[in-house]
C-alpha cells in the first residue's frame, strides 16, 4: 500500500485547477469502445487485475477523488500547451505526464504489485479520455476557461457544456449506444488514428479544440435556436474525440498487455 501511495504522489502533484473531463457516459464510451478492440490475451490479463470490465472504473478518478486519501486525483485531470500549441509540462504534474508516468510504469507490470498495477490501469483508463475533452486544454499556459454562460436561461459553466450538455442534449445514448454508432472506423483507419504518442495526441486535441472559444463569450445568453445550432456544430468534435479517445486507449493497454 505505500507503494501505491507514493507512486500516487509521483504521477499526480497537485494542479491549480479541478475540473473534471466528459462525464460519465463519454468516459464510459470511451472505454467501451476500448474494450471492443482489446486482444484476448489484454482482455484476459486485465480483468485478473480489475476484476470486472474497463468500463467499469473509467469514471474511477472522478468517483473516488472526493475521499481524503485520494485527494491527489482531483487536480490532475488537464495540461497547458504554449502559442505554438506545444505541450509545456507542468512540474507538479498535468494529465499529459500523469498518463506517461502509468504507461512507463506498467511496461514493467510483471514486476509491479497488484496495487499498483491496479492503479496505474485506472489513471490511464480515466485519463486517456481527459487527454482528448475540447475543454481540457488550457491555452498559454493558464487557467482552463470554465465561464459561465446561458442556455435557455439555464446557467452552466462552459466546462460542463463540453462534458456533459453536448453529449447529453444531441443524441441522448447510453455508452453502449455511443460506442455502437462511433466505432465504424476500418483497420486502417484505426492504426492512422493510433500512430504519434500521448504528447502528439494532446497537441492534436488543442488544434482541434482551439475555435471552441470564440463560440461562446463569458456570460453568453444563448435562445433556443442558438442552442440547436452551438450543438449542431460542435457534437462532431465531441464526437470524434470520444472515438479517438477510445481506439488510443486499446491501443496503449495492448502494447502493454497484448
Known amino acids: ?20 473531463a466528459w462525464g460519465r ?22 480483468e485478473r487485475y480489475l476484476g470486472h470490465s474497463i468500463v467499469y472504473d473509467a469514471s474511477w478518478m472522478d468517483d473516488w477523488r472526493s475521499e481524503p486519501q485520494y485527494a ?10 504554449d502559442d505554438q500549441f506545444e505541450y509545456m509540462p507542468d512540474k507538479r504534474g498535468d494529465v499529459v505526464s500523469g498518463l506517461e508516468r502509468s504507461i512507463e510504469t506498467l511496461a514493467d507490470y510483471r514486476t509491479q504489485d497488484d496495487s ?3 492503479a496505474c490501469l485506472r489513471c490511464i483508463i480515466h485519463f486517456m479520455g481527459d487527454l482528448h475533452c475540447p475543454g481540457h486544454v488550457r491555452y498559454g499556459g493558464g487557467k482552463l476557461k470554465n465561464y459561465p454562460v446561458y ?8 466546462h460542463t457544456v463540453w462534458d456533459d450538455v453536448i453529449l447529453e442534449s444531441c443524441h441522448r445514448w ?71 479517445a477510445g481506439y488510443r486507449l486499446a491501443h496503449v493497454l495492448n502494447e502493454l498487455f497484448g
Open 72 to 81: 491527489w486525483g482531483r487536480t490532475i485531470h488537464s495540461a497547458s500547451v
Open 25 to 46: 457516459t463519454g468516459h464510459d464510451a470511451i472505454a467501451y469502445i476500448a474494450e471492443c478492440h482489446l486482444t484476448p490475451r489484454a482482455r484476459r490479463v486485465i
Open 151 to 158: 442556455f435557455n436561461g439555464r446557467k452552466y459553466n462552459y
Open 174 to 244: 447510453s455508452y453502449l449506444e455511443y460506442g455502437h454508432q462511433l466505432d465504424r472506423c476500418t483497420r486502417r483507419e484505426i492504426r492512422a488514428i493510433c500512430r504519434g504518442t500521448v504528447r502528439d495526441w494532446f497537441r492534436e486535441n488543442a488544434l482541434a479544440s482551439r475555435h471552441i472559444y470564440e463560440q461562446a463569450a463569458p456570460g453568453q445568453e444563448f435562445t433556443t435556436r442558438e442552442v440547436k445550432s452551438f450543438l449542431n456544430r460542435n457534437h462532431p468534435l465531441a464526437e470524434q474525440q470520444l472515438q479517438r
Open 1 to 20: 500500500m505505500k507503494k501505491v501511495l507514493l507512486l500516487a504522489a509521483a504521477l499526480l502533484m497537485l494542479q491549480v485547477d479541478t475540473a473534471s
Open 116 to 118: 499498483t498495477v491496479v
